[in-house]
């Protein structure tokens, strides 16, 4: 989360919650000015412990932080898609979880710390099994909709029609 805290900018804030010598420690909310906000626990002016991060166009982080870093829980996006697992605490990217798309086809695998999909494997709305790794991580459904590319890098991943093997 440090990353997140970072991306949606730490300066202006708005806090209201319990404080220690100082510092935001123990529960409180976080108004950030571009409409973020986070509702959760704090340790020595971070978020540490259960919290909630949500963004203003309804993408939401909610689960364990340690040092402003998410390293569990769920990543729910406004479109319906959601993964939940762990997270590599230096970077927020994914470490190992499922991911369930909006058509509830189900993604289950590791990621390395780069954001690269290591392997896994896809449960698809007919309730098949597809084993993927890196070489083949393009999934094509029966109709360009529901076609995905299981790759996720710095808060990126595609669902939609693809085009000679490319999103489009």
């Known amino acids: 989360m440090q990353f997140l805290f970072e991306w949606i900018g730490f300066l202006e804030f708005l806090y209201k919650g319990d404080w220690k010598n100082g510092k935001r420690h123990g529960f ?18 971070m978020a540490h412990g259960f919290g909630w991060l949500e963004y203003i166009n309804g993408t939401s982080y909610e689960g364990k932080y340690e040092d402003n ?4 829980g769920t990543l729910k996006y406004f479109s319906g898609t959601f993964f ?3 997270f590599y605490k230096e970077s927020s990217l994914f470490m190992e979880g ?6 509830n086809e189900e993604f289950y695998g590791e990621w390395a710390p780069n954001g690269v999909t290591v392997i896994g494997h896809l449960i698809t709305s007919r309730g098949e099994k597809m084993f993927l790794k890196q070489e083949n991580l393009v999934r094509k459904g029966e109709e360009l909709i529901s076609s ?12 939609g029609g693809l085009f000679r093997d490319h999103y489009d």
Do not use: T
Not at 69 to 72: D, T, V
Not at 151 to 157: A, D, L, M, S
């Open 69 to 72: 870093c998410i390293i569990e």
């Open 84 to 86: 939940s697992g762990k």
């Open 28 to 45: 409180g909310i976080q108004l950030f000015p571009n409409g973020a906000k986070f509702i959760g626990n704090w340790k020595k002016n």
């Open 148 to 159: 995905k590319i299981i790759y996720y890098n710095k808060g990126c991943f595609y669902e």
């Open 98 to 103: 499922f991911i369930r798309f909006r058509d």
